[in-house]
């Protein structure tokens, strides 16, 4: 491997004169840079990102936490990221928690270990020890003091609700996601204020968690507990799909006799029959906001806000009754 | 932040002493050992994976290249990749290739100068001047030289065939996936064995992606071209699930008047009605079998096979006609 002496040599200057053009610190003559320059590509030698690292006491890593990658929405969220990063020339160190809490933590302290430059998280957990890092926040809101990209929730929870009351619904369920998320929380409020106003009664199935296994479960308990459902808000479109299979499997004809609404917009929605319809989060682009404000973070460029609210999307597809 | 010349400090040792403890390299005396365990301890000292990545020429990260992180059944390869290489104490540089072969000599590019301890890649393409860094291919064969987890292609494609050879089809389409991957190559050799064994005529439908984009083009030109197919064989789950959708939509009836088996089975495949039928390949256990080669291969222990072929299995849902 070329390293750093063998440039030095071949331009015939200091090896500290070598590091000083690398790392754009310090004086190097026009002369000697030229040379160095022309070296460096003659023997096509690339610095060492880890000698680069510990020298200036930052990495071109930023840690990456999910928190749960099979999931599609957070592939794609992890692809904005990435594009992102790419443009600034950083690249992901990989965390999938899949809701795990001892894992994050084990993360966390390798993303630290890695002497990362920044860390972004679409996971609720413990990070308020993480105040020397730039960290940013994904479809996630804590506290107004941390930075933050997510979706108007209480926005998509009204969305939801207001839809689904368009489709004259007698049983409305609403599936709630995991409380120890606020996301989940605004939704339902954002649904609820619709009920209210519309004098409209419904049920509430808790769920606790947005995984698959979850939604399976969820999809029996449903048609168990509210066999006169005619109408379905899911916690997201893992779940809508699969009460909108347990539906058909049971001979139930959607959406005439139950409505189905998700939330997130998956690819998967769109690829089923009859197709989802859902509230559309932007995932690519929350990734890639959230890795830009990241970015701006790590160099210390000035912050516009802090906390970022994307807007949500109704996708009006066929699992909704039409007005009447 | 806690650094090792606090611990030197507090041990009562030299800088040097501790090092040599850390990275066990070297002669330290047992009363020496037992003070710099307790000051690590006592200060929560975490080393720097930067300065022991220097100090021992290698990281504790490893790359991993996949080559569209939105299909799902590369979270699951990823999942089982993350899973073994937790337990070895590594961690992933992600790298979401897109079928962009620019973007994986970048990527190829970044995980040499972080130093990683090797290379995972579900990408075929240039790695033939990597040899210097350990390197397992996914779900991908390339030389026998190289080291590689993947299914039984040829199989696969033989089971796919008999399969779809039970439900008495009189017009078969086989989509085949893009010429560049052998694996699909195989799988089309594996196929057409079988048609030829039963006199089975068929039609194929090249198709140069195996991305949702290209799932939906072809499920609309399937139709155009081929208006009287009773039977496909899709390229993956996604194309697979594309047309069962198409059909759907069109008011054909699945199985009855259209038989349809895919390849992967992603976890989306059980979620539809009719659920898709596939040839299930154990993207799990793939990835965490590579990463086991892999661990073995950085850490120099012996190698039985270097290339290990994994089993496939036929998942006969409700997409296939029953037997005559």
């Known amino acids: 491997m070329t390293?750093?002496?063998?440039?030095?040599?071949?331009?015939?200057?200091?090896?500290?004169?070598?590091?000083?053009?690398?790392?754009?610190?310090?004086?190097?003559?026009?002369?000697?840079?030229?040379k160095i320059e022309k070296a460096i590509k003659k023997l096509d030698f690339h610095p060492s990102e880890v000698a680069r690292s510990l020298y200036q006491k930052k990495s071109k890593l930023v840690g990456l936490l999910l928190p749960d990658i099979s999931n599609p929405f957070f592939p794609l969220l992890a692809k904005g990221v990435e594009d992102k990063m790419n443009e600034a020339g950083y690249h992901l160190i990989l965390g999938n928690v899949q809701e795990d809490m001892?894992?994050?933590?084990?993360?966390?302290?390798?993303?630290?270990?890695?002497?990362?430059?920044?860390?972004?998280?679409?996971?609720?957990?413990?990070?308020?020890?993480?105040?020397?890092?730039?960290?940013?926040?994904?479809?996630?809101?804590?506290?107004?003091?941390?930075?933050?990209?997510?979706?108007?929730?209480?926005?998509?929870?009204?969305?939801?609700?207001?839809?689904?009351?368009?489709?004259?619904?007698?049983?409305?369920?609403?599936?709630?996601?995991?409380?120890?998320i606020k996301g989940s929380v605004e939704r339902l409020k954002g649904?609820?204020?619709?009920?209210?106003?519309?004098?409209?009664?419904?049920?509430?199935?808790?769920?606790?968690?947005?995984?698959?296994?979850?939604?399976?479960?969820?999809?029996?308990?449903?048609?168990?507990?509210?066999?006169?459902?005619?109408?379905?808000?899911?916690?997201?479109?893992?779940?809508?799909?699969?009460?909108?299979?347990?539906?058909?499997?049971?001979?139930?004809?959607?959406?005439?006799e139950l409505q189905i609404i998700g939330y997130d917009d998956i690819p998967f929605s769109q690829m089923v029959y009859p197709s989802l319809a859902t509230i559309a989060q932007p995932a690519y682009e929350m990734g890639y906001k959230g890795a830009e404000l990241l970015c701006r973070i790590m160099e210390n460029q000035p912050i516009d806000k802090k906390i970022i609210q994307l807007p949500v999307l109704l996708k009006q597809r066929e699992t909704l009754r039409k007005k009447e």
């Open 102 to 180: 001892a894992k994050e933590q084990d993360y966390l302290k390798a993303f630290m270990q890695n002497n990362v430059a920044g860390i972004l998280s679409a996971v609720d957990g413990g990070t308020s020890n993480l105040k020397e890092i730039p960290f940013v926040l994904l479809d996630r809101v804590a506290t107004k003091k941390e930075y933050a990209v997510h979706g108007n929730d209480f926005e998509g929870g009204i969305l939801a609700a207001k839809t689904i009351a368009e489709g004259s619904p007698k049983e409305i369920v609403l599936l709630v996601g995991p409380k120890s």
């Open 191 to 256: 649904s609820v204020s619709v009920f209210k106003e519309e004098n409209l009664t419904y049920q509430l199935l808790q769920t606790d968690s947005f995984q698959f296994d979850s939604a399976k479960k969820a999809s029996l308990e449903l048609f168990e507990q509210f066999p006169k459902v005619d109408s379905v808000i899911a916690s997201n479109d893992v779940h809508g799909l699969a009460i909108l299979k347990e539906a058909l499997r049971r001979g139930i004809k959607v959406p005439e």
């Open 3 to 34: 390293t750093i002496k063998d440039v030095a040599k071949l331009a015939g200057v200091s090896v500290a004169t070598v590091s000083r053009a690398i790392n754009q610190s310090g004086y190097v003559g026009v002369d000697s840079a030229q």
